[in-house]
């Protein structure tokens, strides 16, 4: 029993390294619709604050794409990409664009590397179209019913014999 509890520590204690130096990216969120200039954010796991400056983002080589089996479309190219922080303080990747996105979703890869590893993650954006209930709807106004006005009484002949 003791032999076994010794190995199984040992094993534990080798891979554990391997594990600390693990960077994980969470989903993305996009602040944009379709036809404005693109901004979105992807949440970091598993980074600390100081490491986040060795943390190195782009979009993903021709090469990636044809094996994910994604198109490189020429639109991606004026993606960019900058790690930071968000309003809570987590460290995140922003994706920005400076040119208004006309395609209704985006399908790309990102390249993400750092002192202990490299990460290739594929994301797909739907970009709805703009919100333009800001507006308060017209008023309509109610049709007015009027009374039905009575009809004339005509005096009846006597009937003919």
Not at 42 to 52: A, G, K, Y
Not at 69 to 86: C, E, V
Not at 92 to 105: A, G
């Amino acid at each position: 029993m003791f032999r076994k509890l010794t190995l199984v520590s040992a094993v534990s204690l080798a891979l554990l390294p391997a594990a600390v130096g693990a960077l994980g990216l969470g989903g993305i969120g996009t602040e944009s619709a379709l036809n404005e200039p693109f901004s979105g954010q992807i949440e970091l796991s598993d980074v600390q604050p100081d490491e986040l400056a060795a943390v190195k983002v782009l979009l993903a080589s021709e090469a990636e794409f044809d094996k994910a089996g994604a198109p490189r479309a020429a639109f991606l190219a004026l993606l960019s990409f900058n790690t930071g922080f968000s309003a809570q303080g987590q460290p995140i990747i922003r994706v920005t664009s400076s040119e208004p996105v006309r395609e209704p979703y985006l399908e790309f890869l990102i390249e993400v590397t750092w002192p202990n590893g490299r990460l290739i993650q594929e994301y797909t954006v739907l970009l709805d179209p703009p919100v333009t209930l800001d507006r308060a709807p017209p008023q309509v106004a109610q049709p007015e019913i009027a009374a039905p006005e009575p009809l004339p009484v005509v005096p009846s002949e006597p009937p003919i014999p």
